[in-house]
């Protein structure tokens, strides 16, 4: 079993910056690839960015490409999500999950995630 809980989030002015913190709970932090997704109000929730299980891989939806940073410390057993650039649209809540893998890349479907955090919200004012 693994706990999630998200700290972070904020109202911000667009073109500022957020960084999100993922803490987990449980063995066994550096078998899960660990990701960030987020609902914005009437969407269905998306994929940000994830990283593998050992922080040498991620990957990233495009629309945060060059803006978001994803980083994990497994001797911590938090992940982290650096936001920079942001924009209204970037408004949703964040969730954090972790998803056992036996591979090295990061995961990017929700359908792989094992464990989810409660959320944090984000605002970006315009």
């Known amino acids: 079993q693994v706990q999630l809980v998200e700290s972070g989030g904020g109202l911000v002015q667009a073109g500022g910056s957020l960084r999100l913190s993922c803490a987990a709970s449980?063995?066994?932090?550096?078998?899960?690839?660990m990701g960030w997704f987020r609902q914005a109000p009437g969407k269905e929730r998306e994929f940000v960015s994830g990283?593998?299980?050992?922080?040498?891989?991620?990957d990233y939806a495009d629309p945060v490409k060059g803006r978001f940073t994803i980083s994990r410390d497994n001797a911590k057993n938090t992940v982290y999500l650096q936001m920079n650039s942001l924009k209204p649209e970037d408004t949703a809540v964040y969730f954090c999950?972790?998803?056992?893998?036996?591979?090295?890349?990061?995961?990017?479907?929700?359908?792989?995630?094992?464990?989810w955090g409660q959320g944090t919200q984000v605002s970006v004012s315009s």
């Open positions: 999950a972790a998803g056992w893998t036996d591979t090295i890349v990061p995961l990017t479907t929700a359908h792989r995630y094992d464990y």
């Open positions: 990283i593998g299980r050992n922080g040498g891989s991620t």
């Open positions: 449980g063995r066994m932090f550096s078998s899960y690839a």
